[in-house]
C-alpha cells in the first residue's frame, strides 16, 4: 500500500507526464479528440492499477503501454460497432515561426505506416530507449530497430523532397 506522500508524488509525476502522453496519443490515434479520451482512459486505468506497476519499470514506458492498450481496446471495441477511425486535420497549436517545419514533419509523419510512425513516436520524439519502446509495443528489439530504421529513412526522403 501506498503511502499518502508516494500517492501525491506518483500523481505529480503522471501530471508532468500529460503532454508527452497526449502527443504520442495524438500520433497513434491521429484524431486529437480520440488521443485526449485514450490519455483520459490511460490515466484512469493507471491510477486504478498504481500497485501492479514494476518497480523496475519507467513511469513513462508504463504509461505509453497504458496509453496504446486503450486505443486498441478502443478500435475493438468500434469495430464491434461498425465505427470507423478518421484522421483529424486540424494542424496542433505551434510557433508562428516554426509552423511551416512542423506541418511539413507532421505531414511526413502522416504518411508513415502506423508502426513505424509508433516507432519514430517513442523513441524519437519521447526519447525511450529501444528496449522500452520495443517493451510499449510488445515487438522484439530488432523489430522495433527495423520499423525505426525504416521510419528515419521515409521521413528523410519526404523531407528532402
Not at 504509461?63 to 486498441?72: E, G, P, Q, T
Not at 506541418?103 to 529501444?130: D, F, T
Not at 510499449?136 to 519526404?158: K, N, W, Y
Amino acid at each position: 500500500m501506498m503511502t499518502n506522500g508516494a500517492a501525491e508524488n506518483v500523481h505529480a509525476e503522471i501530471a508532468a507526464l500529460l503532454p508527452r502522453l497526449r502527443r504520442f496519443a495524438r500520433s497513434l490515434t491521429r484524431n486529437v479528440h480520440d488521443a485526449d479520451d485514450v490519455v483520459q482512459v490511460a490515466v484512469e486505468r493507471a491510477l486504478t492499477h498504481i500497485a501492479q506497476r514494476r518497480r523496475d519499470t519507467r513511469l513513462d514506458g508504463w504509461l505509453f503501454k497504458i496509453v496504446r492498450n486503450a486505443w486498441i481496446d478502443e478500435i475493438r471495441f468500434r469495430k464491434r460497432r461498425g465505427e470507423v477511425c478518421l484522421a483529424d486535420d486540424t494542424p496542433s497549436v505551434v510557433a508562428a515561426g516554426a509552423l511551416d517545419e512542423a506541418l511539413s514533419i507532421r505531414a511526413a509523419m502522416s504518411r508513415l505506416p502506423e508502426e513505424q510512425r509508433l516507432a519514430v513516436s517513442l523513441v524519437l520524439v519521447e526519447g525511450l530507449s529501444y528496449r522500452e519502446a520495443a517493451d510499449v509495443l510488445d515487438v522484439p528489439i530488432g523489430t522495433l530497430t527495423s520499423r525505426l530504421a525504416r521510419g528515419r529513412q521515409a521521413l528523410q526522403s519526404v523531407l528532402q523532397s
